[in-house]
């Protein structure tokens, strides 16, 4: 089955960066894009970033843009997210999540991961 | 950009039928049929129930459906049941090649 599991979440400080990963198993990695949204502490879901199957697609919300970085390695069926200059606005649950339908960008986000959460604290 | 409007909350009794709408705009909900909604639990990943407007995922219930008309996109859920109580986001893409949510819906089973 589908299995998306997020890590390094953790405590940083503001202007410090922070990694994500998520690591997925049970389907044709290469073949899905893949999202990553956040929802900070009692809020709503918030769109963080899109990446296309192959990679050469990448899209991001205008709150992240210049700070964020959203990548992928096929060969580790893996999906990151490079966050720097963190601010505390960051501190939320990120998931990940894989779009429905293969080769699709837009189509739903049918598979989640658990979330990884990210505190910004000084 | 703005979240999408959704009711804070809605309620209903078991049995009964509720329907959530989400209204963007014509840069987003109106002008594609990429409008999703979600289910989430507390402390738990959103469920994806409905895709492309009025589709539902395999495995989601029939209770489940969706619709949309200009700019608002709805939610309706019928026979409405203990364990639909949970927060529902419906999301949509956008001319700018993101993705945006509504604000989110509380439902309460009465």
């Known amino acids: 089955q589908v299995q998306l599991v997020e890590s390094g979440g953790g405590v940083d400080q503001p202007g410090r960066s922070l990694r994500l990963s998520c690591a997925a198993s049970?389907?044709?990695?290469?073949?899905?894009?893949m999202h990553w949204v956040r929802q900070a502490p009692g809020k709503g879901l918030e769109w963080v970033a899109l990446?296309?199957?192959?990679?050469?697609?990448?899209h991001y919300a205008d709150s992240v843009k210049g700070r964020f970085t959203i990548s992928r390695d096929n060969s580790k069926t893996t999906l990151y997210l490079q966050m720097n200059s963190l601010r505390a606005e960051d501190t939320a649950v990120y998931y990940c999540?894989?779009?429905?339908?293969?080769?699709?960008?837009?189509?739903?986000?049918?598979?989640w991961g658990q979330g990884a959460l990210v505190t910004v604290s000084s | 950009q703005s979240a999408l409007t959704q009711p804070a909350s809605v309620s209903g009794s078991p049995g009964q039928s509720i329907t959530i709408s989400c209204t963007g705009t014509?840069?987003?909900?109106?002008?594609?049929?990429?409008v999703s909604w979600y289910q989430q639990h507390p402390d738990k990943a959103p469920k994806l129930i409905i895709y492309?407007?009025?589709n539902r995922p395999s495995g989601v219930s029939n209770r489940f459906s969706g619709s949309k008309s200009g700019n608002t996109a709805s939610l309706t859920i019928s026979g409405l049941q203990a364990e639909d109580e949970a927060d529902y986001y419906c999301?949509?893409?956008?001319?700018?090649?993101?993705?945006?949510f509504g604000g989110g819906t509380k439902l309460t089973v009465l």
């Open positions: 014509s840069s987003d909900v109106g002008g594609y049929n990429y």
């Open positions: 990446i296309s199957y192959n990679g050469d697609n990448k």
């Open positions: 049970g389907f044709t990695f290469s073949s899905y894009a």
């Open positions: 999540a894989r779009v429905l339908r293969y080769f699709d960008f837009w189509s739903g986000l049918d598979n």
């Open positions: 999301s949509s893409y956008t001319s700018t090649s993101t993705v945006i």
């Open positions: 492309e407007v009025s």
